[in-house]
C-alpha cells in the first residue's frame, strides 16, 4: 500500500519540486542546529540477575539531539523502562553521529562496537534527505544488521531497528512538502521492515508519532524529539526491546 501511495503522488511531487526545492531551502535555512547530547556516552541501571548490555547505534536521534544528555535521551530512557520491565540491570552505551547514512554508520561505527546482548538501530532520515533508492536503502539495513552481528559474534546479537519518524506529522515542515517527505518515510519504513523481518531475531518497530499541535514532544528546532518526546518513544520500544534480548 505505501509503494502504491508512493507512485500514485509521484508526478504530482515532480510537478512540485521547484516548490518542494524553495521550501527545503527555507527549512535549512531556518531551523536551529542543535548539539547532540553532553554527559557520558555511556551509563548504567540498576537491577537483580545478569546484566543486560544495550548499545544504541544511528544518527541524530541516537545521538540525543534535542536534549541535554544522553540519560536523558532515548540510550538512558530506554534502559530505564527495560530494568523496569525486566528486573535486570542495564548498561548502556551509545555510538554514531548526526548527519550519518546507513552506510557511514556501517563504516564508521559498527567497527569499534563493543560487546552488547541488545543493539538498537537509529537511523534513516538522512538517507531519505539524500534520495536513497527504496531498493538500494532495504539493502543498506540488511547490511548494517549484519556487518554488526559480524563483529558482536559469533552468536548472532539480537537487533531492534526503529521505524522512520513520522515525517508527516513534524510541524518544522511546510505543506507540500511535509506530505511528499512523510509518503518517502513510510515507504522506506515499509523497506526497512521487510528487511528486517528476512532475518532472525531482528524486529522492526515503527517510530512514535507526537501530536503535531503538542510541542512537548519536540525540541527547539521543531524536528528532533524533546526530552518528553524521547521518553514516549522509549516506551514504545521497551516492550519489543526486552522480548528480543530475552
Do not use: C, K
Not at 14 to 36: N, W, Y
Not at 137 to 152: G, H, I, M, P
Amino acid at each position: 500500500m505505501r509503494y502504491v501511495a508512493l507512485r500514485a503522488v509521484q508526478p504530482f511531487a515532480l510537478l512540485l519540486a521547484p516548490i518542494l526545492a524553495v521550501q527545503g531551502r527555507g527549512v535549512r535555512a531556518t531551523t536551529p542546529r542543535l548539539p547532540e547530547a553532553a554527559g557520558p556516552d555511556e551509563g548504567a541501571v540498576d537491577g537483580r540477575g545478569p546484566v543486560l548490555r544495550l548499545t544504541v547505534l544511528g544518527d541524530s536521534t541516537a545521538m540525543g539531539v534535542g536534549a541535554e544528555r544522553h540519560a536523558e535521551a532515548l540510550p538512558g530512557f530506554l534502559a530505564a523502562v527495560i530494568a523496569e520491565r525486566t528486573g535486570r540491570p542495564v548498561a548502556w552505551r551509545v555510538a554514531g553521529r548526526t548527519g550519518t547514512t546507513a552506510r557511514r554508520l556501517r563504516e564508521d561505527h559498527v567497527p569499534g562496537l563493543a560487546a552488547a546482548d541488545l543493539v538498537v538501530i537509529m537511523v534513516g532520515v538522512n538517507d531519505l534527505l539524500r534520495l536513497r533508492p527504496l531498493r538500494a536503502w532495504e539493502r543498506d539495513v540488511r547490511d548494517l544488521v549484519t556487518a554488526v552481528r559480524e563483529v558482536l559474534g559469533p552468536v548472532p546479537v539480537p537487533v531492534l531497528v526503529t521505524g522512520m519518524p513520522p515525517l508527516h506529522r513534524f510541524p518544522s515542515l511546510p505543506q507540500p512538502l511535509r506530505a511528499v517527505m512523510g509518503l518517502r518515510a513510510h515507504a522506506m519504513d515499509h523497506a526497512a521492515r521487510r528487511a528486517a523481518a528476512r532475518l532472525p531475531r531482528v524486529a522492526h518497530v515503527r517510530a512514535a508519532g507526537g501530536d503535531p499541535g503538542d510541542e512537548r514532544f519536540f525540541g527547539a528546532d521543531r524536528f528532533h524529539p524533546s526530552v518528553e518526546g524521547y521518553r514516549l518513544w522509549a516506551g514504545q520500544l521497551a516492550g519489543p526491546a526486552a522480548e528480543l534480548a530475552g
